[in-house]
């Protein structure tokens, strides 16, 4: 039901946009990505939280923040990943994630609040 895409291979510095596309009976008043480093436990990235009525708001680990954009195409459900200047420490597994529940914000880093997961795609930050 969460379909992820966009991994690959990119030097230090580089951009890289990751897709996570909802299909089926997807809710998703919350979208999130996890990542997974080689050798190390999933972390979370950020999330894109349901406001007031359509509008949407992102929160982001504060490792990428001020480096990676969250937005997110409400008519196709799907939300993107907008990496810029990455670094080696970016290379992990990415995976996107939904649940229909809108979580308090302190809870969005928790993986066991949602439901649905996608297959996880590869980003390779590398020289």
């Known amino acids: 039901q969460l379909q992820a895409s966009g991994g690959g291979s990119v030097q230090p510095g580089g951009s890289l946009r990751l897709s996570c596309a909802a299909s089926?009976?997807?809710?998703?008043?919350?979208m999130a990505w996890f990542r997974q480093p080689p050798g190390k436990e999933r972390e979370f990235v950020g999330a894109s939280r349901r406001s007031a009525g359509s509008a949407f708001n992102q929160y982001y680990a504060a490792s990428v923040k001020g480096r990676f954009i969250i937005s997110r195409d409400n008519a196709k459900i799907t939300m993107y990943l907008q990496m810029s200047s990455l670094k080696l420490e970016d290379t992990a597994v990415y995976y996107c994630?939904?649940?229909?529940?809108?979580?308090?914000?302190?809870?969005?880093?928790?993986?066991?609040?949602?439901?649905?997961w996608g297959q996880g795609t590869l980003v390779t930050v590398s020289s």
């Open positions: 994630a939904a649940t229909s529940r809108t979580p308090i914000v302190s809870s969005l880093s928790d993986a066991s609040i949602y439901e649905y």
């Open positions: 089926g009976r997807t809710f998703s008043n919350t």
